[in-house]
């Protein structure tokens, strides 16, 4: 197992796969990196990982991450599956995930997702799987905007039509 890992400061494009950890990297860094045509994932890792600030176009899914997980300030945009796929029991804060061709953002149980915008994604803007904390989140033109997987989600300011 890979662990403790930063990756920072680059551009990975036109790959399979951008960085792949999914299976055998655990506390990895990705910030501010820009993966760009890849066309599996741009970043796959594992658990207890943090994606920060980095840019992710037009790959096959945009971010993958494990379990508590923390993913913020991101834009994952015109990928041709989802923007920003994460596990249970993580942390979503300040992402863009826009005009990807599945969902904008599908998110496991026990986590907290916090203002984070899905725009004109072809199936779910935000999916939540619950309990969850969904907070000031917007979620327009999206196939469904909204979907709340389960029961006893805290839902409070979200724009999500």
Sequence with gaps: VR???????GTIRNFTTGIDFGFTGI???VERMRLIGNS??????NDIAIIKDSL???????????????????????NTGSG???????????????LNGNNGLVVGNGSTIVNNTALANDNFGLAVTCPS??????ATLNGTNLLLQGGGCNVEHNLAP
Excluded: C, H, K, Y
Aim: charged share 5%; glycine share 18%; aromatic share 4%.
């Design 3 to 9: 662990r403790g890992l930063a990756i920072q400061n």
């Design 27 to 29: 506390q990895i860094l």
């Design 56 to 78: 992710f176009l037009e790959n096959g899914d945009g971010i993958n991450v494990g379990s508590r997980s923390v993913v913020t300030g991101n834009t994952s945009n015109f």
């Design 40 to 45: 599996n994932v741009g970043v796959g890792v």
């Design 133 to 138: 904390n969904v907070l000031g989140n917007t």
């Design 84 to 98: 920003i796929g994460v596990s249970v029991g993580s942390t979503v804060i300040g992402n863009t995930a826009n």
